[in-house]
């Protein structure tokens, strides 16, 4: 699996995220994701907490 794949929805945080439109990794075998949603709002989401 590479990080712009499609994973199938496993359990409740795949649904949860399913809106965020995430774009999935993959660690030990498992799926992660690892953006969710807008990149312009992640970036000021990153800024905020490195404060």
Do not use: F, K, Y
Request: glycine letters at 6%; aromatic letters at 2%; one cysteine or more.
């Amino acid at each position: 699996m590479n990080a712009t794949s499609t994973v199938r929805r496993m359990s409740p945080v795949h649904e949860e995220l399913a809106h965020a439109q995430a774009q999935w990794g993959d660690l030990a075998g498992m799926p992660v994701a690892i953006r969710c949603g807008a990149p312009a709002q992640e970036e000021r989401n990153l800024a905020a907490v490195s404060v």
